[in-house]
């Protein structure tokens, strides 16, 4: 085999991994996903009292803590600055 052959076997080895590599992080994204969503689905379950789960409360708590900081930080960052609050006084 001449060394353009074999250099045309290793570029086509490395598509090919490539390839494999591309389908195996596609697939960990989805999975991912799938995780985010069926945790996003027990949190609503919890929340409206449908699923009792103790061993899910800390992870729960959790995410309200979380989402209450989320709901104090846009609130801080709307309310206005005190130089927006109160005028310039002018001499």
């Known amino acids: ?15 090919s991994k ?11 994204r989805e999975l991912g996903q799938a995780y ?14 449908d699923v009792a789960a103790t061993p899910l409360e800390p992870l729960v708590e959790r995410i309200r803590t979380l989402k209450a900081q989320l709901e104090a930080s846009a609130d801080a960052s709307r309310e206005p600055s005190e130089s927006e609050a109160e005028p310039a006084s002018q001499a």
């Open 18 to 28: 490539a390839k494999e590599t591309a389908g195996e992080l596609q697939t960990k």
């Open 36 to 49: 985010d969503e069926l945790g996003r689905t027990t949190f609503d379950l919890v929340e409206s009292g």
């Open 1 to 15: 085999m001449g060394f353009l052959d074999q250099a045309k076997a290793a570029a086509e080895q490395a598509v």
